[in-house]
């Protein structure tokens, strides 16, 4: 550890060490990120300067970073950020990383608020909140007044989102509620937006090693992956006023087993693609 390392010689340890995880694309470049987050440079200046030597402390932290990579550690936790709707959003490892498939919702609810014509602010309830990625980018892009309920079981994660709702200045449209599902809601929302947990317990046992390092809390839902989406069928009606929209973020193959559970109970339903053509979202009118 005394002997000191140019970034020359800091990527070529890291390739090696990064290369037995044979599940991992590109090592060069995994390395590369952790290097540069390290040194703060962007990647083109740590190709430009490979002769430039990594301080003592330098050296030591991109040594613990990649090896927490080499076990399974996402980027994002060992960084704690992620970006997601061009926001740089706190993440840690009491949230889940924000998917760009979860986009489409965010863009959705906007489509909708831009359809209101009321002075009063739109109420919107953000269900299954985490990071407050959802929520919190409805209420930075709203064209309209809005004000946002963030919601999550997990008093841990609505910590991480309140700290996001205060680096992006959001915090006087945000009220923050720690709920099982609707048990403390006593409000009624224009529109519910939800990314619940959806992975089933025999698809979480085939996950990788990366994705297992999130919380099981925000990934696992039963047997089959449905169970919250039943528990917001059932619950949701008394939330939500006449007209209102929900919108929920499914897994893949799951949008019509989704659209099913509220069909069932006469209501109108849609389901939208994201960028890969994938049924992504399941929007629910309550008339
Ligand atoms: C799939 S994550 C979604 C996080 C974030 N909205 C996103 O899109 O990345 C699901 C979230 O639901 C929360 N959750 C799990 N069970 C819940 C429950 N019974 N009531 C409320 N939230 C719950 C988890 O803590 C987790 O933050």
Redesign the pocket.
């Known amino acids: 550890m005394s002997s000191i390392w140019t970034i020359k010689e800091a990527r070529n340890w890291a390739f090696s060490f990064l290369k037995i995880r044979e599940d991992l694309d590109e090592p060069i470049k995994e390395g590369d990120y952790l290097l540069c987050y390290v040194m703060g440079m962007d990647r083109s200046k740590l190709l430009a300067y490979h002769e430039k030597e990594l301080t003592f402390s330098e050296k030591s932290l991109f040594i613990e970073l990649v090896k927490k990579r080499a076990q399974g550690e996402p980027y994002a936790y060992l960084t704690n950020n992620k970006e ?1 709707m061009g926001l740089n959003l706190k993440v840690t490892k009491d ?5 760009p498939e ?1 986009e489409l ?1 965010v863009e959705s609810a906007l489509n909708i608020i831009k359809t209101f014509s009321c002075e009063q602010p739109i109420k919107v309830l ?10 919190l980018s409805i209420g930075y892009y709203s064209s309209k007044p809005v004000k946002i309920t963030l ?4 008093s841990d ?1 609505l910590q991480i989102a309140k700290e996001n709702a205060h680096s992006l200045g959001l915090q006087s449209k945000c009220t923050f509620l720690e ?3 609707f ?1 403390k809601v006593s409000e009624k929302y224009d529109i519910i937006t ?5 992975i089933s317990e025999s698809d979480y046992s085939g996950l990788s090693i990366d994705v297992k390092n999130e ?1 099981v ?3 696992k839902a039963g047997s089959d992956g449905l169970l ?1 989406y039943r ?1 917001i069928a059932e619950e949701f009606r008394n939330s939500i006023v006449d007209n209102g929209t929900l919108l929920l ?1 499914v897994g893949d193959n799951q949008a019509q087993d989704v659209s099913n559970l509220f069909l069932k109970k006469d209501l109108t339903t849609w389901i939208e693609q994201d960028l890969a053509g994938i049924d992504r979202l399941v929007g629910i009118t309550k008339i």
């Open positions: 997601f949230v889940l990383i924000p998917r979860t919702l953000d269900m299954c909140t985490g990071s407050g990625n959802v929520g919601l999550d079981i997990s994660a709920s099982d599902m048990s939800a990314n619940p947990p959806y919380p809390k925000a990934l919250y528990k973020e």
